[in-house]
């Protein structure tokens, strides 16, 4: 490995959001998968849960572009399954869902160990997953159509975490040999 990859490396490490994850509640098409795994990986997010919609989904070799080699994925059988793991992680729980409980995304705390359900479009979140969250969540839409494609609505929510832990000076967990322990939010 030449210096000059050990040090990217290196630096990718250090902007890890360890306690930021997303998961996807019956996220299927490709490109979609795609650009939410790549968006999560350009922010600094390491893990990804799902809950697929039958047992032929799931995340193909390819389709993140080798993203996937810097990811975590963990299958999760049912959304319950997925919070609770969330849960014991010690994450709050927001989910993207329109309603009259949700609040505009920006309104949240992000710089709290956080997980983000998004679900497609055509289905929306589940009831499980609706009861189970913490809070709603909803990108604010002021033309008329009524929605996001969730890739994008994933991206849009993902760089306000990332905005609201840079301005509070949130960097990962991973301690390297030549350097101390680096900051957290909590």
Known sequence: MTPERNQRIRAALAHRQVDL???????????????IIRTA??????????VWMDQ??????GTSMGTHNWM??????????AIDTLRAEGKQVLISHMSDKAVDFREVDYTRPTAIIMSQERLGACEE????????????????????????????VLYE???????AACTSRIIFPSRKSSACCF
């Open 56 to 61: 032929q989904s799931g995340l193909r070799k």
């Open 161 to 167: 975490a990332q905005r609201q832990r840079q301005l």
């Open 41 to 50: 990986e350009a922010v600094g997010v390491h893990h990804v849960h799902a």
């Open 21 to 35: 994850a997303v998961c996807l509640d019956r996220v299927h098409k490709t490109h979609n998968l795609s650009a």
């Open 72 to 81: 975590q994925i963990h299958d999760h059988p049912h959304i319950e399954d």
């Open 129 to 156: 997953a609706i009861a189970a969250a913490d809070q709603q969540i909803v990108v604010p839409m002021a033309g008329m159509v009524e929605s996001l494609n969730v890739s994008v609505a994933t991206a849009i």
